[in-house]
């Protein structure tokens, strides 16, 4: 069966739903198809004790103020999880899941659809919003060894929480909040080495997702006026300082390790020869952009993203992509950031129709 509709959202996550929002606003007719069987996107996967680096006030989507959590200054992932779900109700976004986009191509005929192949059927649209995040993308480096390595191997995305990792040897990788998060868990029941590839950078205490969102709207406005790049959130730190994590590291608990060469069978080796053994390995080594149903355009570029100026694809003027990154927008792959690409794209689509 084929539906046609003004705009196809690929993606029912925080980002899939901001873009609903402007839609609507917009009077375009469109659908969001949403690979999950539940509303939530990435967050509904998130282990236990993720907190929000932001107060609820920082966390909003367009429209709905996220409300504040009961006892918890920075909301976990359940309470963004039912923000979201409240959301799409609330909006009575028009979301349809769980639907798999296989793929996006060309319609052919006049050029002016693109034709959007799920698992449920084929929908035929005016413009199409990519708005699959990068969770189900997760990144492994290729460091030496690692499949030899016969203990368990994990990525973020696979942590559940501490229960199962008690009293083992367990190696945490990387230095972003991720790392430091899992490192600052794992910290007080497991045998830990928490090891990043520089020194870890954590954000002086008193700065949390507020003070980036501050800075990255002053990179937004810099650009924006064609002023110098103030260099963005990266300028400041990786690591905010939530509060496990800062107790975790006052009591001596995360203190990190330079990146090992490679892995043996049972632990890993540093460049000066120095060892240790390991029960478990858990790599949180970041994400790579979930893309792969774009690939019938053909139009990757670099580094496996598609150029594009602000959210609009340059070799598909019909296509956005929303929420993966600052190359999508600054901030665009947090709640707060999401709102205003959102905005232009569901605009810049209203004008090409
Ligand atoms: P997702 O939530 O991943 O949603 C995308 C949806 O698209 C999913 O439901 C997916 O199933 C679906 N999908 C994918 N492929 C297809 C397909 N082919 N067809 C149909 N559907 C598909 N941000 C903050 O604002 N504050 C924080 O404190 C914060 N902390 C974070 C901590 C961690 C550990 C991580 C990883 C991220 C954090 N973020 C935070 C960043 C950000 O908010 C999330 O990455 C967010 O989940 C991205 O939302 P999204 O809508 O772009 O993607």
Known sequence: MTHHVDVVVIGGGQAGLAAGYHLRRLGLDFVI??????????????????????????????GRPMPVQVGETYPDARHVVAYLADYERRYDLP??????????????????????????????????ISATGT??????????????????????????????FAGRRVIVVGGGNSGAQIAADL????????????????????????????????????????????????????????PPVREARDAGLLKASPMFTHLTAHGVVWADGTSAEA????????????LSHLAPLQIRGRRGHIPTIGTRAVAEPRLHLLGYGDWTGPASATLIGVGRPARDAAREIAELL
């Open 135 to 164: 969770w189900w993308r997760p990144f492994l480096p290729a460091v030496p060894g690692r499949s030899g390595f016969h203990g368990r191997q994990l990525h973020t995305v696979e942590y559940r929480g501490p229960r199962d």
């Open 187 to 242: 910290a007080y029941d497991t045998e830990l080495t928490w090891v990043t590839q520089r020194p870890p950078r954590f954000l002086p205490d008193d700065i949390d997702g507020r003070a980036l969102f501050d800075v990255a709207t002053a990179r937004r406005r810099a650009l924006d006026e064609g002023r110098t790049d103030s260099g963005g959130v990266a300028s400041l730190g990786d690591i905010v300082a939530v």
């Open 279 to 290: 029960d478990a390995v858990i790599w949180c080594t970041g994400f790579r952009p979930t």
């Open 33 to 62: 198809l949403d690979a999950q069987a539940e509303a939530g996107g990435a967050w509904q996967h998130a282990w236990g004790s993720l907190h929000l680096f932001s107060p609820a006030a920082y966390s909003s989507l367009p």
């Open 95 to 128: 979301v349809r899941r769980p639907v798999r986009v296989k793929g996006v191509h060309r319609a052919g005929g006049d050029g002016k659809c693109l034709r959007v192949e799920t698992d449920s059927g084929t929908w035929l649209a005016r413009a199409v």
